[in-house]
């Protein structure tokens, strides 16, 4: 073999080793006989259709995202318009008197929650504010020991609120600004009951979104403070399925009604929301009198007898079982009010 055709030989000798490699790999990734594939589970099946369906909906969802757009900026248009009519509840608001109650909003317990309910407080927060600043009686509203988690996320989520008015933003604790004697904290565990506002004390809510998990914390913090503490007159009132604990929110905006009607009994039948249950307790009275009314003059029976007769109704009357399941679903209603 001459020494010009020697390169020619190896490159194509080099090319064919090269193919060899290719079809020996593609050979084994190949499955063999008697292997089968590894199935795919219902769950990877449904990411991959829910995959799937995202990917083909892209479209729709931007051009839902655009309707959206369109459509609230309509309704600001409108709001507009209707504020030019004077229906806008500012207005009303301008014509009202601030009031000098202080109300605070105590931040100092940051470090118990976790950020879910550093987002509820934030929620909280931005009602009361919106509340405060269309009230007819705006208080001085106080927002203390203001950072940690919850400054982070409103900063992050609500960047406007370092322009938000009438509003005293504070780092520091409320005891640092305002004197102790002035001090009245709102506990539903204190054993007092406030009859009535005073205009010249500063109330303290407790800013704490903990589901019940630090019962008794914010009295605790009270009596150890040495500060004055009360509860709203709810009790005496209203008679509530739940319990007596009130969302931040709701507390402060029971006092912006209170400031406006001067009655309790308005004021938390205004605020309180229908899943509550809350019932006048003067109705649960009237109820309760005519019940036992009812109970003298059915009294013929004596209780051996009427026991008797009742299990003997229950067992074979099937529409009396209906009846009283009808009763009990009246009594269930009673217990409601709208809001």
């Not at 099946?45 to 459509?71: D, I, N, S």
């Not at 001090?183 to 979104?209: C, F, M, Q, R, W």
């Not at 605790?220 to 709203?232: N, V």
Request: neutral net charge.
């Amino acid at each position: 073999m001459s020494s010009e055709m020697m390169p020619a030989f190896i490159e194509t000798s080099n090319v064919e080793r090269k193919q060899d490699l290719s079809e020996d790999q593609e050979e084994s990734q190949k499955p063999r006989l008697g292997e089968e594939f590894e199935p795919i589970s219902k769950r990877q099946m449904k990411k991959l259709m829910k995959q799937k369906q995202w990917e083909e909906q892209r479209e729709l969802r931007k051009q839902k995202r655009k309707e959206k757009r369109k459509r609230k900026q309509l309704e600001r248009q409108c709001q507009l318009e209707s504020n030019s009519d004077g229906n806008d509840r500012k207005r009303v608001r301008r014509g009202g008197v601030h009031s000098t109650l202080r109300l605070i909003i105590d931040c100092s317990f940051d470090s118990l929650m976790i950020l879910k309910d550093i987002k509820k407080l934030h929620k909280q927060i931005q009602r009361c504010y919106a509340e405060n600043r269309r009230a007819l009686h705006p208080v001085q509203f106080y927002l203390t020991s203001h950072g940690g988690q919850l400054k982070k996320n409103m900063d992050e989520s609500d960047k406007g609120w370092v322009n938000w008015k009438d509003i005293h933003i504070k780092p520091e604790h409320y005891s640092e600004f305002i004197k102790k004697e002035d001090l009245i904290y709102l506990t539903s565990d204190s054993p007092n009951v406030l009859k009535e506002l005073d205009e010249s004390k500063a109330y303290v809510i407790g800013g704490l979104v903990d589901h019940n998990h630090h019962k008794g914390l914010t009295y605790k913090q009270a009596s150890d403070h040495g500060i004055d503490h009360a509860q709203l007159p709810l009790g005496n009132f209203v008679k509530m399925n739940s319990r007596k604990v009130l969302a931040i929110n709701h507390v402060f905006e029971i006092i912006l009604e209170y400031l406006e009607t001067r009655d309790w009994q308005e004021a938390f039948f205004t605020i309180l929301p229908q899943r509550k249950g809350a019932v006048p307790t003067d109705k649960l009275c009237e109820n309760s009198s005519h019940d036992k009314k009812s109970t003298r003059v059915e009294g013929g029976l004596d209780s051996d007898s009427s026991e008797e007769e009742t299990s003997r109704n229950e067992l074979d009357s099937p529409h009396e079982e209906e009846k009283q399941d009808k009763e009990n679903s009246t009594e269930s209603i009673v217990n409601t009010v709208p809001k």
